[in-house]
Nanobody, 127 residues
């Protein structure tokens, strides 16, 4: 019943920006944590950013801190990931995920805590 759908992916040039959206259904964001993860070709899935819907606390991987911004619109059950100053190392499939855990803190950057996942959005960053 829980569904997460990513959108906004697509080809972007190095130095450019892109905003991903994750629309959730089947639950409300209250008391849930939403995370963005990415699968870089040839590498393990890694946490990018996450947000606690209840308190709005945000967390970022060091690799994206200062470049990416996560935000949420609880009325729309939507979480966004604004990605600025992209570089080819950011090329990946980006996934959003939901966890029923209101106080994960930086633990929300670990994929093991999330049970529901979207299908992913491709973000190729060209040189």
């Amino acid at each position: 019943e829980v569904q997460l759908v990513e959108s906004g992916g697509g080809l972007v040039q190095a130095g450019g920006s892109l905003r991903l959206s994750c629309v959730a259904s089947g639950f409300t964001f209250a008391d849930w944590t939403i995370g963005w993860f990415r699968q870089i070709p040839g590498k393990e899935r890694e946490g990018v950013s996450c947000i606690g819907s209840e308190d709005g606390a945000t967390y970022y991987a060091d690799s994206v801190k200062g470049r990416f911004t996560i935000s949420s619109d609880n009325a729309k059950n939507t979480v966004y990931l604004q990605m600025n100053n992209l570089n080819p190392a950011d090329t990946a499939v980006y996934y959003c995920a939901a966890a029923y855990a209101p106080a994960m803190n930086r633990g929300c950057l670990l994929a093991t805590g999330f049970a529901s996942w979207g299908q992913g959005a491709q973000v190729p960053v060209s040189t």
